[in-house]
């Protein structure tokens, strides 16, 4: 008995080790997403953070700066989601898919 929870704890232990690698690979994977036909650009990676935001100069309309502002959420909302579902099928690799609530 004792011999199989260790094992269990080894295994545990491995599989820490393994989300702890798969946490730094994410923070250095990127995904992008666009909006406005291409007028903004946004990448983040996987830690779910923005790390660039480009806008096309075309777009920016002192008029009209409501479009801009729904250019860039749209924008910045697809490419975190983008990255979510890096995230996601990253960790259905390592899991096996099995889905462990609170791992990202």
Not at 31 to 47: D, H, L, R, Y
Not at 83 to 89: L, Q
């Amino acid at each position: 008995m004792a011999k199989g929870i260790g094992n269990i704890f080894k295994q545990a232990q491995v599989m820490q080790q393994k989300l702890l690698e798969l946490q730094d690979k994410m923070g250095e994977n990127k995904v992008e997403a666009t909006a406005g036909g291409g007028m903004v650009t946004v990448v983040a990676n996987g830690k779910q953070e923005v790390l660039s935001i480009k806008i096309d100069p075309s777009v920016i309309d002192p008029t009209d700066l409501e479009m801009l502002e729904d250019l860039v959420c749209a924008a910045v909302n697809e490419a975190l989601r983008k990255a979510r579902e890096m995230v996601t099928e990253e960790m259905g690799k390592l899991t096996g898919g099995i889905k462990i609530p609170g791992l990202f």
